[in-house]
């Protein structure tokens, strides 16, 4: 079973900067477009970012400007660049393939924690 596992989640300052990552386990990861997650406590998850099998992008109104997706098809990673951070963005972030059909079990994600 294809399993996501996500990294680099941590507690910073408001206007910091954090870079967290994600491993997809699974065979075919350069077939799928990977998307960034975010779940905020009593609020519905929702699509941060997102990256294309070809490398094009998607930025939800609140990373434009701000994140940067990334993904590595040899090791299986995709990445967010996050900066300017604010005590909005404290979430647990999550990765998974961008549609609905593509999608394998959630992982645990990563807390990401800003403070003001």
């Known amino acids: 079973q294809v399993q996501l596992v996500e990294s680099g989640g941590a507690l910073v300052r408001d206007g910091g900067s954090l870079r967290i990552s994600c491993v997809d386990s699974?065979?075919?990861?350069?077939?799928?477009?990977m998307g960034w997650f975010r779940q905020a406590p009593g609020k519905v998850r929702e699509l941060v970012a997102s990256?294309?099998?070809?490398?094009?992008?998607y930025y939800g109104d609140a990373a434009k400007g701000r994140f940067v997706i990334s993904r590595d098809n040899d090791r299986k990673v995709v990445a967010l660049q996050m900066t300017g951070l604010k005590s909005e963005d404290t979430a647990v972030y999550h990765c998974?393939?961008?549609?609905?059909?593509?999608?394998?079990?959630w992982g645990r994600g990563t807390q990401v924690t800003v403070s003001s």
């Open positions: 699974g065979e075919n990861f350069r077939r799928y477009a």
């Open positions: 990256v294309g099998t070809f490398g094009d992008t």
């Open positions: 998974n393939r961008v549609r609905e059909r593509d999608r394998v079990p």
